[in-house]
């Protein structure tokens, strides 16, 4: 979805007038299902460093935009032609205790859906200790709230109300920096999918419980080519991203976070019996304790996101 919206704005800034499903269908498989059919990706792993590097000049633009006044209202150059006009509440900060507050909960759950490869950077960390480890998970996560704590800060700053689930769709198509920003994003996202997908597709091998044997390479392509498929499809008719995000932090987010853990963790103390030390079964409870939370906030959350498309 954001490949889609990304591409078009790209496209309208040429002057050329493509469908989201054309873009979608066009960049799948010329771009995306050769990436993905590749059986070592250890080649696109330096492009994990250009996404990093896209964000932050993508943040960079956003602030320059905000301060230059070219989107202020009533009389910034790059007004004119915006399908929506930015627009501002009067609650302030006490909207934060309205229950649409739960949307934007959900949509910062879903910075937790790719703990699956959290085994895989362990064992590929040099010298994986478990204290290099913490530092890694730290340090990373700290830059990842920095950048997308101020991105958020400054998109809504700009556009208030009017904000996209895509933010860079707000900006005009004759903005020419936030263009380049569109060709900078669109480069770090298509490299970078590959690495999410094979994630994915594991997952999916490993939920069907596919033997290793028969994972050939014919088998691979073929389910790469339908997983695809199947995305391809749902990016082309889901258009809200964020709804998409939000409802997809109710649920998968806060399965991921709360239940699942708590689940296993449960299960873990259980089948070690009368060996289990008294602080892990009191830690139990803790945990059935985190597991009701999340279900609570995924069921409002789910509800307040379905309300947005009414």
Same mark, same amino acid.
């Given at each position: ?135 890694? @998970?730290?340090?990373?996560?700290? #830059?990842?709230?920095?950048?997308? +704590?101020?991105?958020?800060?400054? &998109?809504? =700053? *700009?556009? $208030? ?68 498929? @199947?995305?391809?499809?749902?990016? #082309?008719?889901?258009?809200?991203? +964020?709804?998409?995000?939000?409802? &997809?932090? =109710? *649920?998968? $987010? ?57």
């Amino acid at each position: 979805m954001v490949l889609a919206e990304t591409f078009q704005g790209i496209a309208g800034g040429m002057g050329i007038a493509a469908s989201r499903a054309q873009t979608l269908v066009t960049l799948t498989s010329t771009i995306l299902l050769p990436l993905c059919l590749m059986k070592n990706l250890s080649s696109l792993a330096p492009f994990s460093l250009l996404g990093i590097i896209g964000m932050l000049l993508t943040v960079a633009a956003m602030a320059v935009r905000y301060f230059d006044g070219s989107y202020a209202l009533p009389a910034g150059k790059f007004l004119e032609g915006l399908a929506q006009f930015p627009t501002f509440g009067s609650k302030g900060a006490s909207a934060v205790f309205s229950p649409n507050a739960f949307i934007m909960v959900c949509m910062l759950s879903t910075a937790f859906m790719a703990h699956f490869n959290a085994p895989k950077f362990y064992i590929e960390l040099e010298n994986n200790t478990l204290e290099r480890y913490n530092t890694l @998970v730290t340090v990373s996560f700290g #830059i990842s709230i920095l950048i997308f +704590s101020v991105a958020t800060a400054l &998109g809504f =700053a *700009t556009f $208030g109300k009017s904000s996209l689930g895509f933010v860079l769709s707000n900006y005009s198509s004759k903005d020419s920096l936030i263009g380049l920003i569109r060709v900078v994003v669109a480069f770090s996202l298509i490299f970078t999918y590959p690495l999410v997908f094979v994630g994915c597709r594991d997952g999916v091998l490993s939920l069907l419980k596919i033997p290793e044997e028969k994972q050939t390479n014919s088998f691979l392509n073929q389910l790469t080519v339908a997983i695809l498929s @199947v995305i391809t499809i749902a990016a #082309i008719n889901l258009r809200d991203l +964020s709804f998409v995000l939000s409802f &997809g932090g =109710a *649920t998968l $987010g806060n399965a991921l976070i709360y239940i699942f853990p708590a689940l296993m963790f449960r299960k873990v103390v259980k089948d070690m019996g009368d060996a289990a030390p008294a602080k892990l079964k009191n830690e139990t409870y803790f945990a059935t304790f985190s597991m009701l939370l999340g279900i609570g906030m995924g069921i409002v959350g789910a509800n307040m996101s379905l309300q947005t498309l009414k």
